[in-house]
C-alpha cells in the first residue's frame, strides 16, 4: 500500500496493522504523523522499522514489464529483478533468457526480513 503522514487511525487500523498481524495499539485520535507511527512501531517486540530506498529501470523483453531496482534496506544494497506479464509463458521465457529460472521468488518483505535476521535465510541459492 502507499500512504502519506499524517495517517489516519482508520487505514492503521484496518490496512496497516492488520497486515502487521499483530496487537493493535489503542488508537485514541483521528490521525498519527509519522513520528508517533514509528513510536508505535518501536513499542511493538513484532515489529521493526526499516530505510528503504528504491531505485528502479523499467524496460519490455518478450513482451513482459521488467524492472531492475537497486534497493537499500537499511543501507545494505540489493539488487531486484522482475517480469510481469498476464501471459506466464512470456515470462518463464524472460527467465531463461537471462538465466534467472533457478533463483527463487520472494516478495520484498521478506528480503527486508531476511537482510535484519527476522528470517535466517539467505537473499539468494
Not at 528503504?52 to 545494505?76: P, Q, W
Amino acid at each position: 500500500m502507499k500512504a502519506e503522514f499524517p495517517i489516519s487511525a482508520t487505514i492503521l487500523k484496518n490496512d496497516v496493522f492488520s497486515a502487521f498481524q499483530v496487537e493493535m495499539p489503542k488508537l485514541t485520535k483521528d490521525e498519527y504523523s509519522m513520528v508517533e507511527f514509528l513510536e508505535m512501531i518501536e513499542r511493538n517486540l513484532d515489529l521493526q522499522a526499516v530505510r528503504v530506498h528504491k531505485e528502479r529501470f523499467g524496460y519490455m523483453v518478450n513482451d513482459t514489464i521488467c524492472e531492475v531496482a537497486n534497493v537499500l534496506i537499511n543501507g545494505s544494497k540489493v539488487v531486484s529483478i522482475n517480469s510481469e506479464s498476464t501471459e506466464i509463458e512470456n515470462v518463464l521465457k524472460t527467465l531463461d533468457d537471462v538465466k534467472l529460472n533457478h533463483f527463487e521468488n520472494i516478495n520484498y518483505l521478506q528480503v527486508i526480513k531476511r537482510v535484519i535476521g527476522m528470517i535466517n535465510k539467505p537473499l539468494v541459492n
